[in-house]
């Protein structure tokens, strides 16, 4: 059974940090490409950050390049989002997401359930 469980989530002032995890199970996390995306109250879910298996290649929104990090321990199966100098803007309900396309007639693709991140004073 396969399970994105997402942790880390939470009330923070502007400026301030957090770290996501994304625990998986279920499947061979070493070969999926992760990726968090975040949805907002009205908004449509964006992607925030990702990283490929194999090379770890990162690539961010331009609107959290700088302040946020993405990583993976393929040991733990789990993967991470650290958030610096967050905004109220980044406030969003975030995802974890495991995607592999290992030919062109299959695709396997899960998402977590999401954790609340909520930048507030």
């Known amino acids: 059974q396969v399970q994105l469980v997402e942790s880390g989530g939470g009330l923070v002032q502007p400026g301030g940090s957090l770290r996501l995890s994304c625990a998986a199970s279920g499947f061979t996390f070493s070969t999926y490409a992760m990726s968090w995306y975040r949805q907002a109250p009205g908004k449509e879910r964006e992607l925030v950050a990702s990283i490929t298996s194999g090379l770890s290649l990162r690539n961010y929104a331009d609107s959290v390049k700088g302040r946020f990090t993405i990583s993976r321990d393929n040991a733990q199966n789990t993967l991470y989002l650290q958030m610096n100098s967050l905004k109220p803007e980044d406030t969003a309900v975030y995802f974890c997401?495991?995607?592999?396309?290992?030919?062109?007639?299959?695709?396997?693709?899960?998402w977590g359930q999401g954790t609340q991140v909520t930048v507030s004073s």
């Open positions: 997401r495991a995607r592999r396309v290992p030919s062109a007639d299959r695709e396997y693709d899960y």
